[in-house]
Structure formats: structure tokens, C-alpha cells
């Protein structure tokens, strides 16, 4: 995606605001079916304010942050996926006539210069084909536009060099988080109808496929650290404390119902935004759409119940995505953290890392 060349054996890299996760996998074959191999996995948390609404600010802890990754985890490849979410980045589905390839390239970048609201020459546009759930007499051709604000790409790009690596190829959140579903829960993705909510630090992705086939892309501006800030004054403790109650670690008498109240109302809220896109999608296109499955990941999915609350809100079943589901992993090697309290914060590293896996 976004302009830059399909190479092999890349090590995904998730440079969220909070915690940046590298992963490192190879792809075998046995039987005639490919699966995946974990090599190497990495997490480490950023400094606070090293990255503001989806902004690198501080260039140097960033970079820091990689090599430390890279040297501790013994990942002596240098180059890289990353990849970009927030609003400078644009997803759009388009549906065209069907027409020779140039043709279409041609049609879809007119498309992507009066659609984008950013100057063209800002940006930088891909588009896949999507597969048609169709009749074969179907004559339109489903498109997904991408454009990422080319300053945002080197934002991001200008640390991992100054981390010495080399950035091969620029991904989006939301396809890494559909490639690890497909990987990982191939029998719901192409049947059902499922939404996944990747819940981070101060972004939640909200995607929507049927069938296999997305539908719909929401980035709504909430997550992990909204509830801490609000936390935080509600209890009057400090961020790091307010975190600490967040993640359920004890708290002195007397702040714990209070804490409780403070973390409800945040998720109520939170509930309350994500009906919103499910209201929209459920009465688009005059069609009767229903979701039958939500995978949430991200740090903030670890927040004690959060898939009952789901299911209780919107009566649809709801689990926490394991990104390693189906993969092989040799679990002596690594800490078994990776598998628990991370598992779902690696959603997005572990679908970035299996499309680029080398042999
Ligand atoms: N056990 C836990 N319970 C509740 N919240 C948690 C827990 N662990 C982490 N978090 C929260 O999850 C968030 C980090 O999640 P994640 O690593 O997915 O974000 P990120 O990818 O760095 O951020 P973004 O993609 O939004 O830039 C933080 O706000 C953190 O406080
Ligand atoms: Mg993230």
C-alpha cells in the first residue's frame, strides 16, 4: 500500500503513541498450506508526549525506543513495515465500471484528486481491488482508495531512520488488524459478518467486513488515554496512578468505587460512540446489515469485562482478538507476557509482520 514496493521478509513495526511492538515472522509450508513462525517479538513503551494525536514530537525517544527494541530482542534485520492510521489518512470505497487496467488507474486517481480533502500532491494514493461477492454478470469493480498525507509518512519514516532501519513499506492500521483476523480466525472472516475495535492509547479503529470484504473504516479520536486523563481527575491522582487503577492494581480505601463510578461513565461513553457507527452502517445503502462477531484489541481491551459489556450493549458476541491464534510460536523462547497482558496490543504488528514474512 501507499506507493512503496512489496518485499519479503520485512519486521513489522506498530509505532503507536503508547507502546511501539516490532514482531519478526516467516512464512513455511507443510501439506500444501502456508502458516506462519514467529522469529522475534518486541514491546516497549514510549515516553508520554513523545507522540501527540497521532504526531511524533520527539524524534530522538522514538528513535530511541526502536534501536532499544532491536537491540534487546536481538532483531538484526533492518527493514521495516510500519504503518499509519488517524485522520490523515483517508479510506474510501469506491465502486466503478469495470475497464482495462490503465483505464482504471487512471479513473481511480481522478477520483482520489476531487475526493481527498487534501491537496493531491500532499498525499500519497494506493487503491486495491475488491474481491465482488457478486453475481459474475456484475459490471461495477469495488475499489478501496487509500491516501496518507505525505508529511505524515515523514514524520513517522524520519525516526525509524534515525533508528537505522530502513522503512520498506508503509501499511495502514486497519488492513494489518484484517490480515491478522484472516490469519487467525479464517472460518468467522469468511463467513460473518464482524467488526473489530482496536482500542490503543488515543486512537480506536473501527472496521467493518462482510464476509471477508470491508465495508467500513471509522478512526474516532478516543482511547487508553482519555480514560486515564478522565481517571485521573476524578480521583485525583497523578496520570502514572491514575493508569496503575486503570489496569486494576489496588488502590487505597475509598477510591476503588469511586474508581469504579469513573471507569463505567467512560465506557458507557465509549459504547455510546461506537453505536453511533453501528447505527450508521446498520441503516446504510437501505440494506438490513447486521453484525454477528466483534474482536477487540488494543491495550484498552484488557480493561476488566470489556467484552461483556459489549455483549451486553449490542447482544452480538465479543472476544478479544488473539493475534497468535494460529500461529506457530516456540513459547520457551519468548516471555509468556507476549501471549497474555500484550496479546491484545500486538493485533496490528502481527498482521503488518505475516504479509511481509520471508521464507
Ligand atoms: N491492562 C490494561 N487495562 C486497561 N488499559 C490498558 C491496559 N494495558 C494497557 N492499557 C491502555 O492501553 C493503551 C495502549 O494501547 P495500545 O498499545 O494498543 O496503544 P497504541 O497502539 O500505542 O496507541 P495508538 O494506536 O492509539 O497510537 C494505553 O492507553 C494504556 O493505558
Ligand atoms: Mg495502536
Redesign the pocket.
Known amino acids: 500500500m501507499l506507493g512503496i514496493g512489496r518485499q519479503n521478509q520485512l519486521v513489522g513495526l ?1 509505532v ?4 511501539i ?1 516490532a514482531a519478526e515472522l516467516s512464512r513455511k509450508t507443510k501439506g500444501g498450506a502456508d502458516f506462519f513462525v514467529v522469529n522475534k517479538l518486541g514491546y516497549e513503551i ?1 515516553p508520554r508526549d513523545a ?1 501527540v494525536e ?1 504526531t511524533i514530537m520527539d524524534t530522538a525517544a522514538v528513535a530511541e525506543t526502536i534501536k532499544m527494541i532491536f537491540e534487546e530482542n536481538k532483531i538484526s534485520a533492518k527493514n521495516v513495515v510500519i504503518s499509519v ?1 488517524g485522520n490523515s489518512v483517508i479510506i474510501k470505497k469506491l465502486s466503478l465500471p469495470a475497464m482495462e487496467k490503465e483505464e482504471l488507474a487512471e479513473s481511480i486517481f481522478w477520483e482520489a484528486k476531487h475526493s481527498i480533502p487534501y491537496p493531491y500532491e500532499e498525499t500519497n494514493v494506493d487503491y486495491a481491488i475488491l474481491p465482488s461477492p457478486l453475481s459474475p454478470g456484475q459490471q461495477n469493480l469495488d475499489i478501496l482508495l487509500v491516501a496518507a498525507k505525505k508529511d505524515k509518512i515523514a514524520n513517522y519514516t524520519n525516526a525509524i531512520h534515525q533508528a537505522n532501519k530502513n522503512p520498506e513499506a508503509i501499511e495502514v ?1 486497519v488492513f494489518a488488524l484484517l490480515n491478522a483476523i484472516e490469519i487467525n480466525y479464517p472460518e468467522v472472516m469468511s463467513e460473518k459478518n464482524i467488526c473489530i475495535i ?6 480506536t479503529n473501527v472496521i467493518i467486513a462482510e464476509k471477508g470484504i470491508p465495508q467500513l473504516f471509522r478512526d474516532l479520536p478516543l ?3 482519555l ?2 486523563e478522565n481517571l485521573s481527575k476524578e480521583l485525583n491522582l497523578g496520570f502514572d496512578d491514575a ?1 496503575k487503577a ?3 492494581f489496588p488502590l487505597e480505601n475509598g477510591l476503588l468505587d469511586k474508581s469504579k463510578t469513573a471507569l463505567n461513565l467512560n465506557i458507557q461513553n465509549l459504547l455510546e460512540e461506537i453505536s453511533k457507527t453501528f447505527s450508521f452502517y446498520e441503516s446504510a445503502d437501505g440494506k438490513e446489515n447486521k453484525i454477528e462477531s466483534i474482536f477487540l ?4 481491551s ?2 476488566s469485562e470489556l467484552p461483556a459489556r459489549f455483549e451486553q450493549k449490542f447482544s452480538i458476541e465479543s472476544k478479544i482478538l488473539n493475534p497468535f491464534r494460529k500461529i506457530t510460536c516456540d513459547k520457551k523462547k519468548f516471555d509468556s507476557i507476549y501471549f497474555d ?1 500484550l496479546g ?2 500486538f493485533g ?1 504488528v502481527v498482521g503488518l509482520a505475516t504479509r511481509y514474512a520471508g521464507k
Open positions: 506498530d503507536g503513541s503508547y507502546a511492538k514510549l507522540i497521532g492510521s492500521d482496536n482500542l490503543g492509547a488515543s486512537l482511547g487508553g488515554s480514560f486515564t493508569e486503570m489496569k486494576g484489541c488494543g491495550g484498552l484488557n480493561l497482558e491484545a496490543q496490528v
